[in-house]
């Protein structure tokens, strides 16, 4: 499966910013999909998953109750709604993917994703 992210920019503190990934080549909605993020200077660092269903929703610590994942099988698509922006949230944004079986299993570290977009940046300005 190939995945394109997007939805990126320059924001103020406070602002919100709707990232998209599309995805294609395979049928979607047998895919686990998953959101990271990567700071320079830093790892990357997981940010948001759910099931192939859309249950089961796991997210960061730092992010929870601000973002929010959601996907769209028809038109093969995850979303991260982020909120209340904060300028430690700057990084470049990756959505990813794993293909599974199970309807309810999700995964939170990279390794166990497969398949990877080219990330869009999100800075935000205090």
């Known amino acids: 499966v190939q995945l394109q992210a997007s939805g990126g920019g320059l924001v103020q503190a406070g602002d919100s910013v709707r990232l998209s990934c599309a995805a294609s080549?395979?049928?979607?909605?047998?895919?686990?999909m998953g959101w990271f993020c990567q700071a320079p200077g830093k790892e990357r660092e997981f940010v948001a998953t759910f099931a192939r269903t859309g249950l089961n929703t796991v997210y960061a610590k730092s992010v929870k109750g601000r973002f929010t994942i959601s996907r769209n099988n028809a038109r093969d698509r995850v979303y991260l709604q982020t909120n209340s922006l904060i300028p430690g949230d700057t990084a470049v944004y990756y959505c990813?993917?794993?293909?599974?079986?199970?309807?309810?299993?999700?995964?939170?570290?990279?390794?166990?994703?497969?398949?990877w977009g080219q990330g869009t940046l999100v800075t935000v300005s205090s």
């Open positions: 080549g395979e049928t979607f909605a047998n895919y686990i």
């Open positions: 990813a993917a794993r293909r599974s079986s199970v309807i309810t299993s999700y995964y939170t570290a990279a390794p166990q994703y497969d398949y």
